[in-house]
Nanobody, 118 residues
Framework: VQLVESGGGLVQPGGSLRLSCTGS????????MNWFRQPPGKGLEWVSS????????YYEDSVKGRFTISRGNVRNTGYLQMNSLKSEDTALYFC????????????RGQGTQVTVSS
């Protein structure tokens, strides 16, 4: 199982980024896909989840209305569109897959850094 995140970077407050997570070595379409983040000096936080078929999505309260999770099962790729970014969104972002449900993972990637700063 391999998960590779991309799309992170440095962005000004109010800006946008789109993170991608590409999976291989497993049947992507059978797993929930989740995004987590770890801010500097803090623990892992759950950000968002999407069901295996993409019909249901879940968001942590602080990102509702700003972040959008999606997935393309044909391409084995999931996405996190992040708009109206704030300094408190600065973190290392991970994608994780879980067969049992949202807000958890059985496997995760190495992460991509998002820094929101002027």
């Amino acid at each position: 199982v391999q998960l590779v995140e991309s799309g992170g970077g440095l962005v000004q407050p109010g800006g946008s980024l789109r993170l991608s997570c590409t999976g291989s070595g497993f049947t992507f379409s059978t797993y929930y896909m989740n995004w987590f983040r770890q801010p500097p000096g803090k623990g892992l936080e759950w950000v968002s989840s999407i069901t295996s078929d993409g019909t249901h999505t879940y968001y942590e309260d602080s990102v509702k209305g700003r972040f959008t999770i999606s997935r393309g099962n044909v391409r084995n790729t999931g996405y996190l569109q992040m708009n109206s970014l704030k300094s408190e969104d600065t973190a290392l972002y991970f994608c994780g897959i879980a067969w049992a449900g949202p807000k958890q993972y059985n496997y995760r990637g190495q992460g991509t850094q998002v820094t929101v700063s002027s």
